[in-house]
């Protein structure tokens, strides 16, 4: 870890389900992050409800709170760490509508100019065998369409009813490692494109 402030990262999982594998693996990858030396701040999206997006609500009242206050959050983090659960192969409606609404102009301020030159990693758990590789493939051809960078060797989780231990972390020691490097290459990216000013704490 070093000594000066890390990257700022907000992380969230697409799910808002009591008892989601992804919520889980969002906290352990959040953990992760931090011990690496990144300031994480760590969202549960059902803190934040958004209607489903309609053109015709956006013209009459605008942003919802909820989205102006995600896209607040967003500008004060250079990083993101995102674990998509995946609905018949894609990511959850949940991120999706999220993500749309936080890409939306706000006044004069655009949306998806909040997302340039972030740095992202995914991930994604599932109880099934391929631990939802098809929705981890499109989430990062989603952030990338929106001027994300997002790192390569996202993890994918599969038979996520049995991979975490009592202890909540991940049973096995190879997908741990896996976890690990993915955050720290998070943070050491971010690292490097986002020199900290050690008298502010901020990066330029
Ligand atoms: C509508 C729906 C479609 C699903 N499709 C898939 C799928 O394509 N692949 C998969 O691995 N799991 C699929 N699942 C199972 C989810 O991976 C599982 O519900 C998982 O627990 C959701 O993530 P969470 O635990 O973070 O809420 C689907 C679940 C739902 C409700």
């Given at each position: 870890m070093s000594a000066t402030p890390g990257p700022r990262i907000l992380v969230f999982a697409g799910s808002t389900r009591r008892g989601s594998h992804n919520t889980h693996l969002a906290r352990l990858a959040a953990e992760r992050l931090e011990r690496h030396g990144a300031r994480v701040t760590r969202i549960d999206l059902k803190d934040y409800p958004l209607p489903l997006y309609d053109g015709d609500l956006e013209a009459a009242e605008g942003l919802p709170p909820q989205a102006r206050r995600l896209q607040a959050l967003l500008a004060e983090h250079q990083g993101l760490l995102i674990a998509s659960p995946e609905y018949n192969g894609f990511p959850t409606p949940l991120l999706k509508n999220t993500l749309d609404w936080m890409t939306r102009p706000d006044g004069e301020r655009?949306?998806?100019?909040?997302?340039?030159d972030k740095v992202a990693a995914v991930v994604s758990a599932s109880?099934?065998?391929?631990?939802?590789m098809r929705s981890l493939g499109l989430t990062r051809q989603l952030l990338g369409n929106l001027g994300v960078m997002v790192l390569p060797n996202p993890l994918a989780l599969p038979r996520a009813a049995q991979a975490f231990g009592e202890d909540g972390d991940l049973e096995e020691a190879a997908v741990r490692q896996r976890l690990d490097s993915l955050c720290h290459r998070l943070v050491s990216t971010l690292s490097r494109l986002h020199p900290i000013d050690d008298a502010s704490g901020e990066s330029p």
């Open positions: 655009s949306g998806l100019a909040l997302f340039a109880p099934g065998a391929l631990g939802g």
